[in-house]
């Protein structure tokens, strides 16, 4: 895996990583940014949501579960001295589903968080992760 990150100006930068998409990273504004782009810091927590997330989706469709709609919602908390690491992450798993049970959606959920998710397992090492889950039906 390989990525690159090319200054720009101030303090914006494009990256790309192998998959040869280019993103827009900067700070804001009153960091000295010019807030043209999403932070590292982020990144990383939608790093975290879009891997549980796939996790998720993968093991209920094995599961034959309908999803009509799923998002995840982040919120964290961070040191508060340099280097100001994640020191809590929470997850809100949001599911729209016909058929959805807790059991399946809990299980789809442990599995990632303990088993497939990279970004989790490299992230609960410095933070306590914590999830919930909501049900709506259709």
Known sequence: MEAVAK?????????KGGSNHWVT?????????GGAGTSPMEMVLMGLASCTGLDVVVILEKRRV???NFDIQVSAERAETHPKVYTKIHLNYRFTSPDLTEKDAE??????QDKYCSVSKMLDKTAEISYEYEITRP
Do not use: M, P, W, Y
């Open 7 to 15: 200054f720009v100006e101030g303090r914006t930068f494009l990256a």
């Open 25 to 33: 990273v900067d700070t804001a504004k009153e960091k000295g940014g």
């Open 66 to 68: 309908q999803l009509d």
């Open 107 to 112: 299980r789809a959920i442990q599995l990632s």
